[in-house]
C-alpha cells in the first residue's frame, strides 16, 4: 500500500496535484482541512472536541487531528493508498503518523516536496485570492507571514523523512501536466 505525503509551502499546488495522483494511482486524497470540516459537520466526538479548540481560535491539538485521521484510513480498508495533503506539519505530527502507520506495518512510502520560490507562490496564491475570496490569499504580508511558518515549523518534517531517503525535492515550476509528470516519475517504481 502506498503512503504517500505530498509536501510543499502554501500555494506550491498540493491540492492541484493531489487530486491527480489520486485518480491516476487510485489513491485516497486525505486532506486535514477536508477532515475537519467533515467531523465537525456531522458533529462526531472528534469533531466537537476540534469545534473546541477552533471556536477558541486555538490549533487543534494533534491527537485529535490523528484520531481523524486514523478514523478515515480505517474507513477504508480496501483503498490502494492514500496521499496525505496538509499533514503532517510538525515533527511530532510525523511521529504520531509513523506510529500509526507502524501498528498495521506499514509506513510513508514517499514524501515528495514541491519546490517553489516564494515569489512565485506570493504571486500564486494572490491570483488564487481574486477567486477564492480567502482574505488572507489577499494580502502579501500574510502570505510571506504563512511562507515563513512553513519554513521555520514545517520544512523539518522533510528533513525528517529524509533520514531514511524517503523525502524528494521536485521543481513545482512549469505546467500543470510538467509538474504531474516528474511526481509520477518518483510514483512509479512504488507501484
Known amino acids: 500500500m502506498i503512503h504517500l505525503i505530498l ?29 475537519f470540516r467533515h467531523e465537525t459537520s456531522q458533529k462526531t466526538e472528534l469533531g466537537l472536541k476540534a469545534l473546541e479548540f477552533m471556536s477558541q481560535g ?34 511530532a505530527q510525523a511521529n504520531a503518523l509513523d506510529h500509526m502507520l507502524e501498528e498495521n506495518n506499514e509506513s510513508i512510502s514517499i514524501l515528495l516536496s514541491l519546490d517553489v520560490p516564494e515569489e512565485e507562490i506570493v504571486k500564486r496564491i494572490l491570483n488564487r485570492g481574486i477567486s477564492s475570496g480567502r482574505p488572507d490569499d489577499n494580502d502579501e504580508s500574510i502570505i510571506r507571514k504563512r511562507i515563513q511558518v512553513y519554513l521555520q515549523e514545517t520544512a523539518a518534517v522533510f528533513e525528517h523523512y529524509a533520514v531514511n531517503r524517503k523525502s524528494k525535492s521536485i521543481n513545482g515550476l512549469g505546467t500543470i501536466e510538467e509538474i504531474f509528470l516528474r511526481l509520477c516519475s518518483h510514483i512509479d517504481p512504488l507501484c
Open 7 to 35: 509536501f510543499g509551502p502554501p500555494g506550491s499546488g498540493k491540492g492541484t496535484q493531489a487530486v491527480k495522483l489520486a485518480e491516476k494511482y487510485n489513491l485516497v486524497h486525505i486532506s486535514t482541512g477536508d477532515l
Open 58 to 91: 486555538m490549533l487543534v491539538p494533534d491527537e485529535i487531528t490523528i484520531g481523524m485521521l486514523k478514523k478515515k484510513v480505517k474507513s477504508l480498508p480496501d483503498a490502494c493508498g492514500f496521499i496525505y495533503d496538509g499533514f503532517p506539519r510538525t515533527i
